[in-house]
């Protein structure tokens, strides 16, 4: 819901100078915008003077028509001030986001619009048109021409094929962009660092009916797109793997008369910037659901990190009724809103419709109910297209509170328009929606808010397989990944190690760095849906630190940066009701933090901490619990081992 303040300001103007150029600036003047219309259409832009995107073009190629902003005409301008507020319905960072912006909208000859949008903290443009019929996009040709050779947190993929397929699980490699190969490519979001040190996040927003945007390297300082074309035929490998076997030569076929994706470059003059930003979600289209009082966030009971691998039990734990039951004892014992019943619960991968013989989903469905827990359920995207409405009704029928939904790993038309039916139909039954093997959130989470949640992210589970999760990976995602909207990384391990003591375990995982980096990360890390991995017998061993985080939540009133720098340190505040939490964690370094408290409310609070023990750097699963009274004029020292973390939750007296 948008709350319109005063400051709307409408201007049209008909085109009787031969001026060329067309300058925008965002309310605070901080950031400007110049779009000049010769023989092509051109943007470029600058933060406080500082040049961040040379002229860079700007057009569309149709198939069998004109290529939209090529020698332009221009029938007029519009501009328009807005000044307002949105209600989120699931409130990730705030409850209520300001949205301030300067608009241009420039009318060209040909039916044709393309519209620039100023923010206080980024900009944006997209191409919207008028042309009645069913349109063919063979390209948008895009390039991202840098000043100077802008270092970057560069995504890096292991399963990235020429195809564009991919689970978009990145790591990320501090490199400079002249250094990107023309061959190589990654998915959106991408983080720049100017010379100057002003932060540039690349992405893209309101994405529907219409493929991902990836960004090749020129082997120069500048970033070429290219988009997932429409697949002609396909042929399915085992029971989740797409071989492609032909491609058409064009993008997308939709409807001739709409609005495209938001081509978007967020700013910040520091890193910490980035830790408040949601410009992705103000830029995309609102909540299309009527009634949203179901949709409730929360935590969860997680089995697949620990491969069901309970104990001190009566029962033989696996896949079963017996189990799932103690899963529900757990979530109910610590306020948990859900448990996820994981790969394995059906027939088959592909027979979504039975459950194993050994899961009796009524009986189970019954009990969780009785205990106040929700039922989520995994399933792979493929055998929810065929049997999507069969599927879904009979959860709905069962009392089923959503799905996992997994192994997408495309970003072409077709897979958008997917995301966005599921999303629909799961909204029909009240079912929420938890995307795996999926590309980065681009908005469909504010139209769709039952979209509670999005992988996208090299998260928790790759330890079970590598040592590519590391310290200074965890910290590296809240300035990346995490600015494009929520990531399922799935935090809580209990096992923990240090650097010369980790190794990976499928059956009993552990993670790399303290016990008290992984109780930050409730803090750090937007999930409005959020995990529980570990194993409930190894929760329930330690009742007072499993307390002390079953009780974070998961969607905040307000959120402040405190400090950051990306692959080295954050620290966060956020609000829930009168209460603040901290989070902070720290990379392989030892690191002392003072953090300013003047956020707080007047009198005084009383802070309640879990904190790396003194033996945290040799035995990483150390920690204690810390008391004291604080007031906004106090700074709080935060002292965190290598690897390692500090949860605080801070009430008012």
């Known amino acids: 819901m948008n709350k319109l303040l005063p400051g709307i300001c409408l201007l049209l103007a008909p085109v009787i100078s031969r001026a060329t150029d067309y300058n925008l600036t965002s309310p605070d003047k901080k950031i400007a915008v110049k779009v000049q219309v010769t023989n092509t259409l051109q943007w470029s832009v600058t933060y406080n003077n500082e040049t961040l995107l040379l002229p860079s073009t700007i057009s569309m190629e149709l198939a069998n028509g004109p290529v939209l902003g090529q020698t332009p005409v221009l029938k007029k301008q519009q501009r328009n001030t807005v000044n307002s507020v949105i209600d989120a319905v699931v409130p990730v960072k705030q409850a209520h986001i300001p949205e301030q912006y300067n608009e241009l909208r420039l009318n060209f000859k040909g039916n044709y619009t393309v519209c620039f949008r100023a923010y206080n903290d980024g900009v944006a443009y997209r191409f919207e048109t008028a042309l009645g019929m069913e349109i063919t996009v063979k390209n948008e040709p895009i390039q991202y021409q840098l000043p100077e050779d802008d270092r970057s947190w560069w995504p890096i993929d292991g399963h990235v094929s020429p195809t564009f397929q991919s689970h978009y699980e990145y790591g990320f490699k501090d490199t400079s962009i002249a250094r990107i190969s023309d061959k190589l490519y990654a998915g959106l979001p991408i983080y720049l660092s100017t010379t100057k040190g002003t932060k540039v996040m690349i992405t893209e927003a309101d994405l529907h009916d219409y493929p991902n945007q990836f960004l090749f390297g020129t082997n120069g ?44 470059l967020i700013i910040s003059p520091d890193d910490k910037g980035m830790l408040e930003n949601e410009l992705v979600y103000k830029l995309s289209t609102p909540n299309a659901l009527q009634n949203t009082s179901w949709i409730k966030p929360g935590k969860v009971s997680w089995d697949w990190w620990n491969a069901n691998n309970i104990y001190n039990v009566d029962f033989r734990a696996g896949i079963n009724t017996a189990t799932y039951k103690y899963y529900v004892d757990f979530a109910a014992k610590y306020g948990l809103e859900y448990i996820i019943l994981d790969e394995g619960w ?12 050994q899961l009796d989903m009524p009986e189970l469905l019954s009990y969780a ?48 328009n997917f995301y966005e039916r599921t999303a629909q139909e799961c909204a029909k039954r009240q079912m929420l929606v938890d995307f ?18 999005y992988e996208g992210v090299k998260g928790l589970e790759n330890s079970k397989g590598g040592d590519e999760i590391t310290p200074g ?30 190794r990976h375990v499928f059956s009993e995982p552990m993670s790399q760095g303290t016990r008290c980096h992984q109780a930050a990360m409730y803090v750090v890390y ?27 939540p998961t969607t905040w009133d307000t959120t402040i940066a405190l400090q950051g720098k990306a692959g080295e340190y954050v620290a966060i505040a956020r609000k829930k009701g009168d209460t603040w939490y901290i989070g902070a964690m720290t990379n392989w370094d030892a690191r002392k933090l003072d953090l300013n408290l003047s956020f707080l409310g007047s009198g005084s609070y009383q802070l309640e901490a879990v904190q790396d023990g003194i033996n945290a750097d040799e035995h990483a699963a150390d920690y204690r619990f810390h008391k004291q009274t604080v007031t906004s004029a106090d700074k709080l020292t935060v002292q965190m081992s290598k690897g390692g973390g500090w949860l605080g939750k801070l009430k008012k007296s």
């Open 221 to 264: 300082n500048a970033l070429k797109a290219q988009f997932p074309p429409v697949i002609l035929k396909e042929e399915l490998h085992g029971d989740r793997s797409t071989k492609i076997l032909q491609n058409a030569d064009y993008i997308v076929k939709t409807s001739g008369t709409r609005t495209f994706p938001w081509r978007t």
């Open 346 to 357: 059906t027939r088959t991968t592909l027979d979504i419709l039975h459950s194993t013989p």
């Open 369 to 416: 109910k009785s205990k106040n827990v929700g039922i989520i359920l995994w399933v792979l995207w493929n055998a929810l297209d065929e049997h999507m409405t069969d599927a879904l009704d009979l959860y709905a029928s069962w009392g089923v509170k959503g799905i996992k939904v997994d192994f997408m790993q495309r970003g072409d038309q077709w897979m958008v």
């Open 436 to 453: 795996h093997g999926a590309y980065k959130p681009s908005g469909l989470n504010r139209k769709y808010p039952n979209v509670i949640n």
């Open 473 to 502: 990976h965890d910290v590296t995602l809240p300035f990346t990944r995490m600015v494009a909207g929520p990531i399922d990384y799935t935090p809580g391990a209990m096992i923990n190690a240090n650097k010369d003591n980790f």
């Open 526 to 552: 937007d999930a409005p849906l959020q995990m529980l991995c570990d194993n409930p017998s190894n929760y329930l061993k330690d009742p007072e630190y499993t307390q002390f985080i079953a009780q974070v």
